[in-house]
């Protein structure tokens, strides 16, 4: 199992950016298909972005296509999500999860590690 810990939240106004990081450790996430999910207050745990073990394939959910990207540094075991144009319908906890499979996947029950998460919150 790899143990993940996410870093970076905080409060910001709309329109402004963020960059979550997620820090890998107990195995090695380069051994891991990585991605990152959001709970909202009041709704279920959602899919935002997924990348592939070596960087060069990412995935979005449309609500965030074009404004969230998705990358990760194998060298330092980590994993980051840059938020830009951010808007208050953003506002949720972010978790990053780990995944074995090869293929994108944006379910749930695909990822087996999940760190504790980490609050944005974007005031408008």
């Known amino acids: 199992q790899v143990q993940l810990v996410e870093s970076g939240g905080g409060l910001v106004q709309a329109g402004g950016s963020l960059r979550l990081s997620c820090a890998a450790s107990?195995?090695?996430?380069?051994?891991?298909?990585m991605g990152w999910f959001r709970r909202a207050p009041g709704k279920e745990r959602e899919f935002v972005a997924t990348i592939n073990r070596d960087g060069g394939n990412t995935y979005y959910a449309d609500s965030v296509k074009g404004r969230f990207t998705i990358s990760r540094d194998n060298a330092k075991n980590t994993v980051y999500l840059q938020m830009n144009s951010l808007k208050p319908e953003d506002t949720a906890v972010y978790y990053c999860?780990?995944?074995?499979?090869?293929?994108?996947?944006?379910?749930?029950?695909?990822?087996?590690?999940w760190g504790q998460g980490t609050q944005v919150t974007v005031s408008s």
């Open positions: 107990g195995r090695t996430a380069s051994d891991y298909r």
């Open positions: 999860a780990a995944s074995s499979y090869i293929i994108a996947v944006v379910t749930i029950e695909r990822y087996s590690s």
